[in-house]
């Protein structure tokens, strides 16, 4: 199982695999032909209101972590998360995200759950 996270300013690479955008909105200035997207589902991003606590400053990355976690147990969510744990078990997938360190954000947290 291979699952990578790059930011998705960075161009494409041969290894990248599946490629997924794991943010709720399209990234600012970047095409969608540039950006090189498979798959982007919504769903499995953070809710409006969880991305907006957390980039407020209001709560940790621990507390963020804990409340993602949570909504990403609604059935819609389990269902994508099974897809791509299928995905990364045929191949490589790599989880793109705008973040500026992505190493602290809901892409960390969907490739340790997809892990």
């Known amino acids: 199982m291979s699952?990578?996270?790059r930011r998705v300013y960075d161009p494409?690479?041969?290894?990248d695999g599946v490629r997924v955008l794991v943010d709720r909105l399209w990234p600012r200035g970047v095409s969608k032909d540039a950006a090189g997207v498979d798959e982007w589902p919504k769903a499995l991003t953070p809710s409006t209101?969880?991305?907006?606590?957390?980039?407020a400053?209001?709560?940790s990355y621990e507390e963020f972590t804990r409340r993602y976690e949570a909504e990403l147990e609604a059935p819609e969510a389990t269902e994508l998360l099974t897809r791509l744990r299928e995905?990364?078990?045929k191949g490589a997938?790599?989880?793109?995200?705008?973040?500026k360190t992505p190493?602290?954000?809901?892409a960390a947290v969907l490739a340790r759950l997809l892990g």
């Not at 209101?49 to 980039?55: A, G, P």
């Open 87 to 89: 995905l990364a078990d």
């Open 57 to 59: 400053g209001e709560g």
């Open 12 to 15: 494409p690479e041969p290894g």
């Open 93 to 99: 997938v790599t989880l793109l995200t705008a973040a």
């Open 103 to 106: 190493e602290e954000s809901h």
């Open 49 to 55: 209101e969880l991305r907006r606590w957390y980039h």
């Open 3 to 5: 699952i990578r996270i």
